[in-house]
């Protein structure tokens, strides 16, 4: 699975205020953070006033600092090919995102088809939302595909986001992304990749929870096929799980579990199939987050003393 980086992001004061500046000690903080994982993630909203011509900025930062490639987050199609120009490897680059919508669509299509980049498609529209189901999901995905396919992008340049909302929310969407990914994946040939933005699975949860959900939910995906992931690069539990499923490299019974979450889904199979040391109580947590995950037990903030 690629490891992509969210610590970069707009969303947060202290990110923006050091943008804004062009505080370069304190972006390179972040990206020595990030170093661990495959892609870093540029998050920098509509880049518009003081952030405009940011992603020059930031991409001449993060190659100097770092080997890792560049996933240009914003809505900006300017901005994105101010991005673009100047990369290195635009070829590897990922353009961070595009949904079915008109102009957006074809604006951000051609950016990757111009510079042989890769793509994520959300799949989602402004008539129709996030799909509730996998199948609405799916639809779109056809449809982004098909047009891509027209303007030059190859299959392995497309990233599909089903889009997770959080299990706070409408804990039932959590299933029908995981249903999204294996469609996906088992839809395209030549196939097709896809990532989710993890972090959203646990949003609105007490914090201490917050690692447990994206921990389990990122298990249960991986299953599911999914191919990239982008992430909080602080939590190091995450990602040494992610690589141990990778390499099939299990280090303790935890690690074992999550083998079985992970080939649980992966062969369409039943949690209660699951065997697990009912005697452990960090297994007996696990458990009851994919419980809830798989829409099987009813969501609370008290969850795990149940």
Not at 59 to 87: P, Q, S
Not at 156 to 178: G, H, M, N
Not at 262 to 281: C, R, T, W, Y
Request: with cysteine.
């Amino acid at each position: 699975m690629r490891l992509i980086g969210e610590n970069i992001h707009i969303i947060s004061k202290f990110v923006r205020d050091a943008l804004i500046n062009r505080d370069a000690t304190f972006v390179n903080n972040l990206l020595e953070l990030q170093k661990n994982l495959d892609y870093i993630d540029l998050n920098v909203g509509p880049a518009k006033g003081e952030l405009e011509n940011i992603l020059p900025w930031l991409c001449g930062l993060a190659e100097a600092k770092t080997d890792l490639c560049i996933c240009f987050d914003t809505t900006n199609a300017d901005e994105m090919r101010r991005g673009l120009a100047v990369c290195k490897n635009s070829e590897r680059a990922i353009i961070n995102s595009t949904s079915k919508d008109e102009p957006r669509f074809s604006a951000m299509c051609g950016l990757a088809a111009e510079y042989n980049c890769n793509l994520i498609a959300l799949t989602m529209g402004k008539e129709t939302g996030i799909p509730a189901s996998a199948d609405g999901r799916l639809e779109i995905a056809f449809e982004i595909y098909e047009k891509c396919i027209e303007a030059g992008i190859e299959s392995e340049k497309l990233y599909f986001d089903p889009l997770i909302l959080p299990v706070t929310v409408e804990q039932s969407q959590c299933r029908e992304a995981l249903q999204a990914i294996q469609m996906i994946k088992e839809s395209f040939d030549p196939p097709v990749n896809t990532v989710i933005g993890l972090s959203n699975v646990s949003n609105g949860a007490p914090k201490e929870l917050r690692p447990l959900i994206n921990r389990v939910f990122a298990v249960l995906a991986a299953g599911a096929g999914l191919d990239a992931a982008i992430i909080d690069a602080k939590d190091d539990e995450l990602i040494r799980i992610l690589k141990m499923l990778d390499k099939n490299t299990p280090e303790n019974d935890i690690d074992n579990l999550y083998l079985k979450l992970a080939k649980m889904i992966a062969d369409f199979g039943e949690l209660e199939d699951v065997k697990f040391d009912e005697n452990s109580q960090e297994q007996k947590i696990i458990i009851k987050t994919a419980d809830i995950l798989l829409n099987r037990k009813i969501y609370s903030h008290s969850f795990t003393q149940i």
